[in-house]
């Protein structure tokens, strides 16, 4: 029985958890949900315009990850300022969240407005298994052009979205996000395939109905925070902050951002491994990819619940509390992560008909989706493992469980099974995915060292 209350918590906790990770994970289930059915429409448009998309979508990845390892690395200090009420503190991480955020959306637009076709090329060499390149790098870049628009939107909706989450409120980001869903949805009917009279603009108008969904949720979240939150009261009199505070943020949020930013390249890296196998390697990738993140939402979720729960312990000081709650969600994460991967299953050969591709494609998402289904529980393990190490601000070590690990392990790995045997795709990827036994190791060795339990914030 004793081993069990270590493991397992009582209905007051798991409530607790879901408080939090519920709302995260029915607004980001909904948002992916949502680029499900988007991405499903544009399936409809032919295995070029799927597959341009998709890469495309690889660059947009990285802009969004970025904006993530910012607010996150600021994130870090909002949690534990609120858990000692200094609402000023609060204030000052917000500012940070907004002069870095809008430092990397300048640069990731420049990047992708003038070097756009090359980054989309270098996923588009050509296969013997058929398929128009020069089409998809057509549709790819169509759709970059416009998507660059919503940059902005995406950021203002990330800094407040994140903050009211790191402020116990995690409803009305959900509900900003939900409204988002939904206009996006309904442009896409409308403008992927010219229903009710309007022009059929294919590629272009996903991209088009995903900008506009993306400033209605900026303009909900925003208006609501300002009229709710004790952080907005002069919020906007100066764009400054302490010095010796920005210091201290910058030193953990820099290499967090650093971290955030090579593990998407990482990410991106390895899809140009898998799109070696040509086109359809592709294009499977992105129904496969499509599907998983639908189901990543929960364990991501869960994630973030540790972020914020063992941010706030940490920050009261209540170091034993913090190790037992830890240990019961990642747990937890395990077992969800497990039950998901039997539904992802049963959906293997069923998911990838509702495409409009070849039979090669679909074959190929169906095996990318079996063998996923089985590393769900070790993606629960990994995640949780990664905010754990995080909530304690230490950050060098993060770096290298994360980026570093995938830069020196998966990276290799899937560029050796990718230029020097035949390995379909689906061998890259299982491949792969064995080296994340090896980091699960290393994330238990470090959380049972205890090197994340401290207290950041005076």
Request: glycine content about 8%; charged content about 15%; hydrophobic content about 50%.
């Amino acid at each position: 029985m004793g081993k069990k209350n270590k493991l397992f918590g009582n209905r007051d906790f798991y409530m607790m958890v879901l408080t939090i990770a519920l709302p995260i994970a029915i607004q980001n289930g909904f948002t992916n949900f949502v680029n499900l059915l988007d991405n499903i429409m544009v399936g409809r448009l032919g295995t070029e315009a799927m597959s341009g998309v998709s890469i495309a979508n690889q660059l947009v990845f990285i802009f969004n990850i970025c904006i993530f390892g910012c607010v996150s690395g600021a994130g870090i200090f909002t949690a534990q300022y609120v858990g000692k009420e200094d609402w000023n503190g609060v204030r000052n991480t917000v500012r940070y969240k907004l002069i870095t955020g809008s430092l990397i959306t300048i640069l990731c637009s420049i990047l992708c407005l003038y070097k756009g076709d090359y980054l989309i090329g270098l996923f588009l060499k050509g296969s013997s298994d058929g398929g128009n390149v020069d089409f998809a790098l057509q549709e790819g870049r169509s759709y970059l052009n416009l998507m660059l628009l919503g940059f902005p939107a995406f950021m203002l909706s990330q800094v407040y979205a994140s903050t009211s989450r790191e402020n116990g409120e995690a409803v009305t980001p959900m509900k900003a996000g939900l409204t988002a869903i939904v206009t996006n949805l309904v442009l896409n009917y409308l403008l992927i395939f010219g229903h009710f009279g309007l022009p059929r603009l294919g590629v272009r108008g996903a991209a088009i109905a995903t900008t506009v969904s993306r400033y209605i949720e900026a303009a909900i979240v925003i208006i609501w925070t300002h009229r709710t939150m004790e952080f907005t009261k002069g919020l906007y009199r100066k764009l400054t902050l302490p010095s010796e505070l920005a210091r201290k943020i910058t030193k953990a949020a820099i290499p967090l951002l650093m971290n955030e930013t090579l593990w998407a390249t990482g990410m991106t890296f390895l899809v140009q491994c898998y799109s070696t196998r040509g086109l359809n390697a592709v294009a499977g990738y992105n129904i496969f990819s499509t599907l998983l993140n639908v189901f990543n939402v929960s364990l991501l979720a869960i994630g973030n619940s540790v972020g914020i729960i063992i941010g706030r312990l940490l920050g009261a000081e209540r170091f034993e509390d913090a190790k037992d709650t830890d240990r019961k969600i990642i747990v937890f994460a395990m077992l969800v992560g497990a039950s998901l991967g039997v539904i992802m299953l049963s959906l293997s050969y069923v998911f990838p008909l509702l495409y409009n591709t070849n039979d090669i494609a679909r074959t190929t998402a169906s095996h990318l989706i079996i063998a996923q289904s089985f590393f769900l529980p070790l993606f629960a393990l990994k995640n949780s493992t990664y905010y754990t190490l995080r909530s304690g601000g230490q950050i060098w070590i993060t770096i290298i469980f994360d980026s570093v690990f995938l830069w020196f392990c998966s990276v290799p790995i899937a560029f050796t099974v990718s230029r020097f045997t035949s390995f379909s795709v689906v061998g890259i990827f299982i491949a792969v995915q064995m080296g994340d036994f090896i980091k699960c190791t290393l994330g238990l060795y470090l959380i049972k060292k205890g090197v994340w339990i401290r207290k950041i914030v005076a």
